[in-house]
């Protein structure tokens, strides 16, 4: 029996060993095939396709009024950005939406207490 577990140890080793080499030359023919070169090509043509046609639509947005608007406000952005008025901007809208928050839970709150145990908590 303990010959019987060997061999087919062995075997089961031999059978890794084969699968590994099979996987491999599998692998090597898989990227080697002329089907993967063709796959390839199309996927480089197409995104050289894609990287074109975003290229002219960029340049078609610029001269655009549209475009140059935006290309204005981007730079009205980056301006501000620059010079700390967007921060301080950020920093103002996001008090206010801060204060309607709290005036908001303030008024749901006020909702589910009785009239005279929101005075107490007032005082």
């Known amino acids: 029996m303990a010959e019987e577990t060997k061999g087919a140890e062995g075997e089961i080793a031999d059978e ?13 023919a898989a990227w080697e095939s002329e089907e993967r070169r063709q796959l390839e090509a199309e996927i480089v043509s197409g995104l050289n396709a894609l990287a074109s046609e975003i290229e002219r639509t960029l340049r078609e947005c610029r001269v655009s009024p549209e ?7 981007a ?19 996001f008090l206010r939406v801060l204060r ?17 145990k929101a005075e107490e908590e007032k005082e």
Do not use: C, M
């Not at 890794?16 to 090597?28: A, D, F, I, M, N």
């Not at 475009?67 to 406000?73: D, H, I, K, P």
């Not at 952005?77 to 809208?93: D, P, W």
């Open 75 to 93: 730079r009205e952005v980056k301006e501000k950005a620059q010079s700390g008025e967007l921060g301080t901007e950020v920093r103002q809208g």
């Open 100 to 116: 309607q928050v709290n005036a908001e839970l303030d008024t749901l709150q006020s909702s589910w207490t009785p009239a005279e």
């Open 67 to 73: 475009g140059e608007v935006l290309e204005a406000r």
């Open 16 to 28: 890794l060993k084969r699968l590994g080499k099979q996987l491999h030359s599998t692998t090597k």
